[in-house]
């Protein structure tokens, strides 16, 4: 796809779910009319639909779990949430493994650096070899220590190993279809 | 007795509406056609409702297709894309007439053909107007406009679906377009 091509169907896509939300028909219907003979634009719509389906589940879903977890958390305080993690893994998600359970003999800027990084939603990198997490988050997030650097690719590759597990266990526990025959 | 069989009728080769009325695929896609924009509009009913709705709408789209399939002209649309059309107007129909919701202003097209402008053009603007966007958005935008990534390449390093990608891209560039409108104003 060209970048010229990628652009138009990307402003159509835009125009479209703008259009959806706000229920403009006469928007929809030039739309539709350029679809109508268009399969690129078709099947980006045809994403959309799809989109707002699984979005809609999600957020159904998510509604469900809060309400679920906030009876547990009122009725029975003594019960631990577990909550699957999935996705990626964050400097957040690092930061509050490394807030969790803290290494020994850090120094007092590396817990103020560990408090800040909490907040921030940025992937870790994919290469976590020493030298490289340390001189890519020193150029997003400033010096550290060396010690808590070395602490944080140890806590982001557990992060890692732990989240592939558990996506790999539900993959391999998920429902399966029954076959015709009952299998 | 085993009654006889007889072979499924099969739509006649020069009648590509009614093949496409038949075909599985399309009546799925126009099915979650209309399930995605009931799901935006009449999200405070309950779900069986809106399913049975999304199927009711979908075959009175089919219902006024087929009236008027001498008008389907096949050097100007496809067969999907033509059943399509009806759906959106149904819909918009139904939703307006369970919500009582009034018809909503287009957004002016040259909303649309100034922020193409500032892809096309060498225009510093756009990573002013970039550094404007929420991080998340941001990224998406780079990764498609800018580093050439398609949807599948996208969500496969975001962890989502092909769908999802296509959604937050198209509310990222909506995003922008209110950026570059405000901007325009501004000055």
């Excluded at chain 1, 590396?110 to 870790?124: F, G, P």
């Excluded at chain 1, 602490?151 to 993959?171: I, P």
């Excluded at chain 2, 092909?162 to 509310?171: I, Q």
Aim: charged share 25%; net charge negative; proline share 7%.
């Amino acid at each position: 796809m060209t970048p010229q091509n990628r652009l138009r169907v990307s402003l159509a896509t835009a125009r479209y779910l703008d259009a959806l939300e706000r229920d403009d028909q006469a928007a929809l219907d030039t739309l539709w009319l350029q679809a109508a003979n268009d399969p690129e634009l078709l099947a980006a719509f045809r994403d959309i639909h799809a989109g707002l389906i699984e979005e809609h589940a999600r957020r159904n879903a998510t509604e469900v779990q809060n309400t679920v977890a906030s009876a547990v958390e009122e009725h029975m305080p003594g019960a631990e949430i577990v909550r699957p993690e999935i996705g990626p893994v964050t400097v957040a998600d690092v930061a509050a493994e490394l807030f969790r359970h803290p290494p020994a003999l850090l120094p007092a800027e590396a817990h103020a650096l560990n408090e800040r990084l909490r907040s921030v939603t940025d992937l870790v990198p994919a290469d976590l070899g020493l030298d490289a997490v340390a001189a890519w988050a020193e150029s997003k997030f400033g010096p550290g220590p060396a010690r808590y650097w070395a602490a944080f690719r140890q806590a982001a590759l557990k992060a890692r190993m732990r989240r592939s597990a558990d996506t790999e266990f539900r993959l391999a526990a998920r429902k399966t279809a029954p076959t015709p025959e009952g299998g | 007795m085993t009654p006889a069989m007889h072979p499924p009728i099969a739509a006649p080769p020069d009648d590509p509406v009614r093949a496409a009325m038949d075909d599985s695929h399309i009546r799925a896609e126009l099915l979650a056609h209309s399930r995605s924009r009931l799901s935006l509009w009449l999200n405070d009913r309950p779900p069986t409702v809106r399913e049975e709705l999304a199927a009711e709408v979908v075959q009175e789209a089919l219902a006024r297709a087929w009236d008027r399939r001498a008008d389907f002209d096949r050097t100007r649309a496809t067969p999907a894309g033509w059943l399509h059309g009806f759906l959106s107007h149904v819909l918009s129909e139904q939703c307006r007439t369970i919500r009582k919701q009034p018809a909503q202003p287009t957004v002016h097209p040259g909303a649309w053909e100034a922020l193409e402008g500032r892809f096309t053009k060498d225009d510093s603007d756009l990573s002013e107007l970039l550094g404007c966007l929420p991080a998340d958005q941001r990224e998406i935008v780079s990764m498609h406009h800018l580093d050439g990534l398609s949807h599948r390449e996208i969500a496969a390093r975001l962890w989502i679906s092909e769908p999802t990608s296509r959604v937050r891209l198209a509310r990222a560039m909506n995003e922008l377009r209110r950026l570059a409108a405000e901007k325009e104003a501004g000055r």
